[in-house]
């Protein structure tokens, strides 16, 4: 195999590459011995048929299909090897000359990976933050835990409707005095200031009381998801049953005990201060690391070819896709929802997936340039880590890892974090960080 290598701009190359006659025919016969034994020819044993006869059954194109395709994939991968080049997208194959008993001829034009020149990424500083928690901080926490631990109960009859109270209302919609799907309910509970019907609706119900009749008037706006209704204009008949309010419990000993494992308010209030600065340390040790890696990457050098951030982005949506139908959500569903296109969602992604991919190869420069090896027990340790997070056994992780191909990837994952721990441990003033 001999291979030359032609640029087309800077991420692009041709592999010009030529198979000799002697590896084309040996080629050929193993796809002619691969077809026989792949197939049933009445009057002779599997993988026995001679090739005349496999070519009056198939076609002599499709042995020769099947030969370039083993042949050219081999010489490709080598080729690769042999220039020391790295595709990040498939190839666009040409054929030159593929004919039997002649040297074989193809073109492979591809995307490689780009060069990274890397700037320092040691001894560099970042700014520590102080990991701070506040009496007011303190009591805001408190305030969450009264709200969930809070009770709702009718307010008084001369009472109005006013900001954070619920509603429980009957409402029937209409447009130019026609009904439309989806514009009425019965007994529905709505919190005023919540921001959950249609911009305008729940202030108008502000200062009624239980028992009136209120006309509402409202406009939906332009980007309303159901087109249909996009920018009309409609009149809500809506009813007021009830109006409830939260009634929150008192900051005592007794609130202690019922929100709490602990007996008194000052136990629970300790607690709190002790996780929340637990909190805040890991916070600050956190934003500490991500500026240092941060600002390793802005010191180096590194052009990225387009269809790396288009993969990237595809790898963000199709993770997000597995998020939404864990709960029971699809994609479609949250893009007719939330009035967004997939190309307004792939260019959303866009910015972060460019940041990301120049992370991930400014990681892996390091890697290389410290010759950083991923051990066994470091593939073991990411493999368990994984498990903890999905629940799984680790055993059955590494088991889809395998079998989707996947084991380079995740070698990868665990030298550029292995690449980021050494600038985060070889920064100034550098201290004992968790891992």
Same mark, same amino acid.
């Given at each position: ?15 010009? &590459? ?5 590896? *084309?025919?040996? !080629? ?52 690769? *090897? ?6 990040? @997208? ?5 054929? *030159? ?35 701070? *928690? ?28 006013? =900001? ?8 029937? !919609? ?7 799907? !989806?514009?009425?309910? =019965? ?105 240092? &890696? ?43 929802? @939330? ?43 990411? &493999? ?28 990868? @994952? ?8 050494? &600038?985060?441990?070889?920064?100034? !003033? ?6």
């Amino acid at each position: 195999m001999n291979a030359t290598v032609t640029p087309v701009d800077q991420h692009k190359v041709t592999l010009t &590459i030529e198979v000799p006659a002697k590896d *084309v025919t040996k !080629g050929i016969q193993q796809a002619v011995k691969r077809i026989a034994g792949q197939v049933n020819i009445p009057g002779f044993r599997k993988g026995k048929a001679p090739r005349r006869i496999l070519e009056m059954n198939f076609g002599k194109e499709a042995i020769l299909e099947e030969a370039f395709e083993t042949i050219a994939g081999r010489a490709y991968q080598e080729a690769l *090897v042999a220039n020391e080049i790295v595709p990040v @997208s498939e190839p666009e194959i040409e054929r *030159v000359t593929f004919e039997e008993g002649k040297d074989l001829v193809f073109k492979a034009t591809l995307t490689k990976r780009p060069e990274v020149t890397l700037g320092d990424y040691k001894g560099l500083e970042a700014e520590k933050q102080e990991a701070k *928690v506040t009496d007011e901080q303190i009591q805001e926490q408190l305030d969450n835990i009264r709200n969930q631990q809070a009770k709702m109960v009718v307010a008084d009859k001369d009472a109005k409707l006013q =900001k954070d109270d619920f509603a429980v209302i009957d409402f029937a !919609g209409s447009i130019d005095g026609k009904p439309f799907d !989806g514009g009425e309910g =019965k007994s529905y509970p709505l919190q005023i200031g919540s921001g959950s019907f249609i911009p305008g609706f729940e202030d108008q119900l502000i200062g009624h009381a239980a028992g009136d009749d209120v006309e509402v008037k409202v406009t939906f706006p332009e980007d309303y998801f159901v087109k249909e209704l996009a920018n009309k204009e409609a009149v809500f008949k809506t009813h007021i049953h009830d109006i409830k309010r939260k009634e929150l419990p008192e900051l005592n000993d007794e609130f202690a005990k019922e929100a709490s494992s602990y007996e008194t308010i000052e136990e629970l209030k300790a607690d709190l201060r002790k996780q929340m600065e637990e909190d805040a340390t890991r916070r600050a040790i956190d934003a500490y690391n991500a500026e240092l &890696i941060e600002t390793a990457v802005k010191n180096a050098t590194v052009e990225i070819p387009e269809v790396m951030v288009e993969d990237r982005v595809e790898q963000m949506i199709q993770e997000m896709a597995m998020n939404l139908e864990s709960r029971g959500l699809k994609l479609e569903d949250y893009l007719k929802f @939330s009035n967004k296109t997939m190309d307004g969602l792939k260019e959303e992604y866009h910015a972060n997936a460019a940041e990301n991919v120049r992370a991930d190869l400014v990681l892996e420069a390091v890697a290389k340039a410290e010759n950083i090896e991923v051990t066994p027990e470091d593939m073991n340790i990411e &493999i368990y880590t994984m498990a903890q997070q999905f629940g799984a056994d680790p055993k059955e992780v590494m088991n889809i890892i395998v079998k989707e191909g996947r084991v380079a990837m995740l070698r990868n @994952s665990v030298a550029r974090k292995k690449a980021a721990r050494l &600038i985060i441990e070889q920064a100034k !003033g550098a201290e004992s960080q968790e891992k």
